[in-house]
């Protein structure tokens, strides 16, 4: 389903900040697969996820979606494809639109928006009933402005738009870092309910270990930007923090640790 | 201090307040819906008087020649789009560009003539300052400028409405999030250029009418008064909550009241030398009361703070 073959990116090239963030990346995921990613800062996992998205091209290597070529398509030309949910809760959703004019502009991913209504009565049903499932009460104040909700509701919402039309792959990039536990807890749940319902290939990072085992079929670590454990089934299940705290140190020689990471 | 003398001026002022108004609705969608101060806007207010008045003496019809104006504007919006989506220039140099550009076409469209007199009494204009009064009600100048705001807001409001509009608007919301949703940013920036540019065009034409000509320098300073009637509208109005149409029109009527302010300072005897620099100083106060209000007048929140879901 996605296919992501040695790719390279560095940013600032020939200048005093130069850094290579991906080196050689290589990651195949099959359809239904929902994979964490996990690793310290500047490890280059965001850099991952928005070389999928097409923030920016690419130094090298090539990126396929369900067999299309996307290496060289635009970041809103590859939109069609994708469902993301960002780290800050801000990013997801346009603060000064009504909730159903959010999820309407998301269910017309990857469609042509011409003269047609922006919203339709027929909609507004389908969005009641979709936001009912985040159990958050957003099915009664469909026209509230999204800049009025929390952090927890607006990514919650962000995770309906981006599901809202099954994407071929969903990137979610620590979109419950910016949250309190309770609501993280509860915005977690609602990912494993949306994605298991309707089967979708996931790349979730997180910097949270515990929910890096608890979630999806399968777990990577990356480290300098490169992957340097990468564990599926029966043995990701029983997968301990311990266990990769201990790989986490062997890769950076023991003196790389970070608190986030030990205390989380 | 004559008081008649006020009171026989504000027809006129009432006039063209609402044809400002006009303007300040095109601006309203740069500025406050694609959130970014487009400077087009000084060109565009002098093209658009330019090709309605040539086109006229050069006996095309009204119709035509607005026609032509309003696509002037929204030519001249899309260089600007250019120039900022296309080739990564900053938006208000991008318009400072186009508006430099276009102060030598506008020359070029008046057969290198700083103006160009139109005369109500051999065409068949739309508006004049010579009808603000004791003419016809549908030859009024403020009946015929109202008639055009309420159909420019209503094209408008639907526009917004639909799947086009909504990207747009999204677009000035959050352009991250439209990227994300497969929205082309590059081209919504740009269809908002335009539509604005030909908005401001046709209240260029109408200004044009109205004052009898057409004038190389009618729009410097255009966008202080834009800016200063969608800022007045919204402290006047604001506080009525209303539709985005009703926003629109709070602009339209900023547009007039700032024009009935400055009509009552130059009455108690400012010199109309100072106009430009009066229209500043309001746009600067009116933009400076949020922030001030912000640092200085914030009542502390009480201990435990607001309650959030």
Known sequence: ?264 | MDVMTLINALPGACAQGLIWGIMAIGLYITYKILDLADLTVDGTMATGGAVCVMMMLNGYSIGIALLCSFVAGVLAGMVTGFLHTALGIPAILAGILTQQGLYSINLWIMEDKANQAISVDKYDLLVSLRHVKGVPFYQNASFVTILFIIVIIAILYWFFGTELGCSIRSTGANPNMSRAQGINTNITKTLGLMISNGIIALASALFAQYQGFADVNSGRGAIVIGLASIIIGQVVFGKIRGNFAFKMLAAALGAIIYYLVLQVVTWMGLPTNFLKLFAAVIVAVFLAIPYLKRKYFTKPVKRGGVEHA
């Open chain 1, 1 to 264: 389903m996605l296919r992501i073959n040695n790719i390279f990116k560095t940013f600032n090239p020939g200048t005093i900040n130069e850094k290579t963030a991906l080196r050689g990346l290589s990651l195949e995921l099959a359809e239904g697969d929902f994979v964490t990613v996990i690793g310290g800062n500047g490890a280059g996992k965001s850099t991952l996820l928005n070389a999928v998205a097409g923030t920016w091209k690419v130094d090298e290597g090539s990126i396929f979606i369900d067999d299309a070529d996307v290496t060289r398509l635009l970041e809103h030309q590859r939109a069609k494809y994708l469902g993301r949910v960002f780290q800050d809760p801000m990013t997801g959703t346009a603060a000064n639109m009504q909730i159903q004019e959010n999820l309407a502009l998301a269910y017309r991913r990857g469609k042509f928006r011409g003269l047609r209504k922006g919203i339709s009565h027929k909609e507004q049903e389908q969005y009641r009933e979709q936001l009912k499932i985040l159990e958050l009460g957003l099915e009664d104040r469909m026209t509230a402005k999204v800049g009025l909700l929390s952090g927890g509701q607006r990514q919650a919402l962000t995770l309906l738009m981006a599901t809202l039309k099954k994407p071929k792959v969903l990137l979610l990039d620590e979109h419950t870092a910016a949250l309190d536990p309770k609501t993280a807890a509860k915005v977690l749940d609602a990912t494993d309910k949306i994605i298991g319902k309707n089967q979708l290939t996931t790349v979730m990072i997180t910097h949270n270990m515990k929910d890096a085992i608890a979630h999806g079929n399968r777990l990577v670590m990356m480290y300098e930007g490169g992957i340097i454990f990468d564990v599926s089934g029966e043995e990701k299940k029983k997968l301990k923090v311990a266990d990769l705290l201990l790989k986490f140190e062997q890769a950076s020689g023991g003196g790389m640790m970070n608190d986030r990471m030990i205390l989380s």
